[in-house]
């Protein structure tokens, strides 16, 4: 049974992709960061949510594949992406096809 996390800037699935397709898997999960494109991301910083992701799925090891679980990343991969925000790590892209500013209000200056 595919199972999935759906946060504003984070999406797990229990799937991989193949030919553009998601395919249900026991054994992958599959990250799709920001669909919206509501952030511009340099490939360091993009690197760093990747790299959180995978430590946080570490941490579950041995326990059960759960859509709560999967909740639980994503929340803790959203509090990540407000964190790169804060730091200027990441920016709002302006150019996106909504700007709601869902992580706080842009900084100026």
């Known amino acids: 049974m595919l199972l999935k996390s759906t946060t504003r800037h ?3 699935y229990t799937a991989e ?5 998601l395919i249900e898997s026991n054994n ?15 490939e360091v ?6 790299s959180k992701f995978d430590e946080l799925v570490e941490s579950y090891n041995g326990e059960e ?9 994503g929340s ?5 992406i407000r964190s790169l925000l ?7 892209n302006l150019n996106a096809r909504v700007q709601n ?7 100026l200056g």
């Open 10 to 12: 984070i999406r797990i």
């Open 17 to 21: 992709v193949k030919n553009n397709q």
């Open 28 to 42: 992958v999960l599959t990250l799709d960061v920001d669909p919206d494109n509501e952030f511009n991301w340099e």
């Open 45 to 50: 910083s993009l690197n760093k949510v990747y």
């Open 65 to 73: 594949l759960s859509e709560y679980n999967l909740r639980r990343i």
């Open 76 to 80: 803790d991969l959203e509090h990540f």
């Open 86 to 92: 804060q730091k200027g790590e990441i920016s709002y």
């Open 101 to 107: 500013y869902s992580m706080g209000l842009p900084k």
